[in-house]
C-alpha cells in the first residue's frame, strides 16, 4: 500500500506548509490596530488610494482595510457601523446620513468633475451643449443609447439628479440600460456598445487610452463630483474604531496629503484627476 | 486577440521576474484555497463517509440536500459569512471579517458539500458485499470504515481536486468577505476583478493565466498520485 503511503506523505507535507505559512505571514498583521475604509470604486480604480494608504499606514501605525465598494453601498456600511471611516462622493445622501446621526464629522476633501462620454460619432448631437440637462434631453429625443451605473454609487445619484433636472424619465426605457457594475467597467461596456454614460472625470482619464469614448459635455457647474471624509459616530456604534478614523480624516485633509492629491495623476495622464479642496467652503468649487 | 497574447507575454514576464506582489498575491491564494481544502476534506470525507454508510430515514433527503449544495452559488455564501461576522452580527466578537480566516471559513463553506457529496457517491459505489465480507473477516467497524475509505481512495482524491477546484477559482464570496485588500486579502481571482475594473485587461489576463497554471499544478500532483495507483 505505497499509494496511500505517498497520499499520506503529500497530505503531511501540504499541511505542514499551510500552517508554517499561517504562522509566518499576514496573521500577525492582525495584531495592528485596523481602519475600516468604505469608499468609492474611483478612489480605487485611479489608483490614488495605493499611492495614500501606505503612507497613512507609515505615519500612523495602522492597518487600512479599503472596501472599494459604491457610495451607497458604503454608506450603508456605516449606517450599520461596519466601517470607521468613509470617502464618498454622493453629497445629498452625506447630508441625510449626518442628520440622522450616522457621522461625527464631514470634511471636504477633493473634487473633479462629472463629464458625459460617448461615441466620436455622436448620434444625439451632444458636442459641445452647455448644460447637461440640454444634453441628456437630446439623447433622450434621439433615443441613443445611455449606459448607467445603476448601482446606487454616488455616480449613479448624480445621474438620476441630471435626469431630473433634465424632466426626463429615463428608467425602463428601451435606450437606457443599467450595468450595475463599477465605473471602470461601465465605461468598458458604453464603449463596447457605443452608448453614452456619465463618468467621473479621474476614472475616465485612467481607462481612456483603452476606450475610443470622446468627452462630450463638460464644465457644466451641475457636474461637480464632490469627495468629503466621514467619521463614524462612535458614541452611536460602541464598536467603530473612532481613533483610526479620525487619524485617516485628518490625514486626508492635512497639508502634505492635500499636496499628494493635487499632484497625482500629472505625469501619466498630463492632468490631475483630482483638485484638493480641504478647509474650503462647498459653494466656492468650480468658481 | 493583442490583448491576449500581451497578457500571456505578461504572465511569463510577471512570473519569471518573480514580481514580488504577484507573488504575495499568488502564494496567499494557495494559502487560503489549501486551508479551506484542508478543513473540507477532514469534514467532507468523514460526513460523506458517514452518511453513505449509515442506514436512517430521511437519508435521500439528506443527500440531495447534499448534492444541492455541491451547487452553492459563492456570493450568497458570502453574504451570509459575512453577516455573521459583521461587528454587530453574531461572531462580530471574533473580528475576523476582511481577513484571511474569513476567507478560509467561507471557501471551506463552499468546499464542503462538494467534497461531502463526491465522497457519498465514491462510497455508495463501493460493491455491496464488500462491507459484509469485511466484516465476515473478523474487522472492526472502525477498522471496515477505513479499508473501505482506503478502496475508494481515488474518487476520494477526485473529491478533493473538485473541492480545491471550487474554491481557488471562487471570487464572491472571496471578495466580499475578504474585501480585497492589498498585501492582506487580495488574492489572484479578487485582483483579477480589480484590474479589469481599472482596464488594465493586460494584467488581468496574466493573473488569471497565473490562476490556471496554479490550479495545473495542484490538481497534477494529484491526478498523478491517482493514476499511478491505478496502472497497478
Redesign the interface.
Known amino acids: 500500500?505505497d499509494?496511500?503511503r505517498?497520499?499520506t506523505a503529500?497530505l503531511i507535507v501540504?499541511?505542514a506548509?499551510?500552517a508554517g505559512?499561517?504562522g509566518a505571514?499576514?496573521?500577525a498583521?492582525?495584531k495592528v490596530k485596523?481602519v475600516?475604509l468604505a469608499t468609492t470604486?474611483s478612489t480605487?480604480?485611479t489608483?490614488l488610494l495605493?499611492v495614500l494608504?501606505p503612507i497613512f499606514e507609515k505615519k500612523t501605525g495602522f492597518?487600512?482595510?479599503?472596501?472599494?465598494v459604491g457610495s451607497g453601498q458604503a454608506m450603508a456600511m456605516g449606517r450599520?457601523?461596519?466601517a470607521d471611516v468613509l470617502l464618498v462622493h454622493s453629497p445629498d445622501d452625506e447630508k441625510a446620513f449626518m442628520k440622522a446621526g450616522f457621522g461625527a464629522r464631514r470634511r471636504l476633501v477633493m473634487h473633479n468633475d462629472f463629464i458625459i462620454v460617448g461615441p466620436a460619432a455622436d448620434p444625439a448631437k451632444i458636442k459641445g451643449t452647455k448644460k447637461s440637462a440640454d444634453a441628456l434631453k437630446k439623447i433622450a429625443k434621439s433615443e441613443s443609447l445611455f449606459v448607467s451605473r445603476g448601482d446606487n454609487s454616488g455616480t449613479h445619484a448624480k445621474e438620476k439628479n441630471l435626469w431630473k433636472a433634465a424632466a426626463v424619465k429615463a428608467e425602463g426605457q428601451k435606450w437606457y440600460q443599467q450595468t450595475g457594475?463599477?465605473?471602470?467597467?461601465t465605461?468598458?461596456v458604453a464603449a463596447e456598445k457605443k452608448g453614452y454614460t456619465l463618468a467621473d472625470r479621474g476614472t475616465y482619464l485612467?481607462?481612456k487610452k483603452?476606450?475610443g469614448l470622446d468627452i462630450l459635455v463638460e464644465g457644466d457647474a451641475k457636474l461637480l463630483n464632490i469627495y468629503h471624509v466621514i467619521e463614524l459616530n462612535g458614541k452611536k456604534?460602541p464598536?467603530v474604531n473612532v481613533a483610526g478614523g479620525t487619524a485617516f480624516a485628518d490625514f486626508m485633509v492635512a497639508k502634505e496629503t492635500q499636496k499628494i492629491i493635487k499632484t497625482f495623476g500629472v505625469e501619466k495622464f498630463g492632468s490631475p484627476l483630482f483638485f484638493p479642496d480641504a478647509g474650503k467652503r462647498v459653494e466656492s468649487l468650480g468658481k | 486577440m493583442g490583448i491576449f497574447l500581451d497578457g500571456i507575454w505578461q504572465a511569463f514576464y510577471l512570473l519569471v521576474t518573480l514580481d514580488p506582489e504577484v507573488l504575495r498575491i499568488t502564494?496567499?491564494s494557495l494559502?487560503i484555497s489549501?486551508?479551506a481544502t484542508?478543513i473540507s476534506m477532514l469534514l467532507g470525507i468523514s460526513s460523506g463517509t458517514a452518511v453513505a454508510l449509515a442506514e436512517f430515514p430521511g437519508k435521500r433527503v439528506v443527500i440531495s440536500l447534499i448534492n444541492t449544495g455541491m451547487g452553492l452559488p459563492p456570493v450568497v455564501v458570502g453574504l451570509f459569512v459575512t453577516m455573521f461576522l459583521?461587528?454587530?452580527g453574531p461572531f462580530?466578537f471574533l473580528e475576523i471579517l476582511?481577513?484571511?480566516?474569513a476567507m478560509v471559513i467561507a471557501q471551506a463553506v463552499i468546499a464542503v458539500p462538494i467534497v461531502t457529496g463526491i465522497t457519498i457517491a465514491a462510497m455508495q459505489n463501493l460493491p455491496p458485499n464488500l462491507r459484509l465480507q469485511i466484516l465476515s473477516l473478523g474487522a472492526t467497524r472502525i477498522q471496515m470504515v477505513w479499508i473501505l475509505m482506503?478502496e475508494a481512495?481515488l474518487p476520494l482524491?477526485a473529491a478533493v481536486m473538485a473541492g480545491f477546484g471550487g474554491v481557488i477559482s471562487e471570487v464572491g464570496a472571496s471578495i466580499m468577505v475578504g474585501?480585497?485588500?492589498?498585501?492582506?486579502?487580495r488574492v489572484l481571482t479578487t485582483a483579477t476583478v480589480?484590474e479589469?475594473?481599472?482596464?488594465n485587461?493586460e494584467l488581468a489576463i496574466a493573473l488569471g493565466i497565473i490562476l490556471l497554471l496554479l490550479a495545473f499544478l495542484i490538481t497534477g500532483?494529484?491526478t498523478i498520485?491517482q493514476q499511478?495507483?491505478k496502472r497497478r
Do not use: H
Open positions: 500500500m499509494c496511500n505517498k497520499i503529500f501540504a499541511m506548509l499551510l505559512s499561517w505571514s499576514p496573521a498583521a492582525q485596523s475600516i470604486t480605487q480604480d489608483g495605493d494608504i492597518m487600512v482595510k479599503t472596501i472599494a450599520k457601523g461596519e457594475l463599477g465605473m471602470g467597467q465605461l468598458a485612467a481607462l483603452k476606450l456604534f464598536k | 502564494l496567499l494559502q489549501g486551508s484542508l459583521w461587528r454587530n462580530g476582511y481577513t484571511p480566516v482506503k481512495r482524491l474585501g480585497n485588500i492589498k498585501g492582506f486579502t480589480m479589469t475594473g481599472k482596464g485587461f500532483v494529484l498520485i499511478r495507483e
